[in-house]
């Protein structure tokens, strides 16, 4: 499970090349539950709650980037 602080610390470039990496993982999983093969259950849960931090941290990046540039026009 990922820290919002931790995730703060780092660039959009490692927060998307994470993110990346999170939704394989996702789609393993999701795989694997389909399959009968998954032991750890609660992991879907963490992997999906650390995707929804990710989009949300850049989310609010994009958002504070766009807001200067509009307060100027």
């Known amino acids: 499970m990922s820290k919002p ?3 703060r610390a780092k660039t959009d470039d ?3 090349d ?3 990496d999170l939704r394989k ?3 393993n999983l999701r795989f694997q539950k ?3 093969q998954l032991e750890n259950v609660a992991r879907v849960r963490i992997v ?3 995707i929804a931090r990710i989009e949300t941290l ?3 990046r994009t958002r504070a980037a766009a807001k200067p540039a ?3 026009a």
Do not use: I, M, T
């Open 58 to 60: 850049l989310a609010e």
């Open 70 to 72: 509009a307060a100027k």
């Open 5 to 7: 602080a931790d995730l």
């Open 14 to 16: 490692q927060l998307k």
């Open 18 to 20: 994470q993110l990346g």
């Open 48 to 50: 999906r709650r650390d």
């Open 34 to 36: 389909a399959s009968g």
């Open 25 to 27: 993982e996702q789609f």
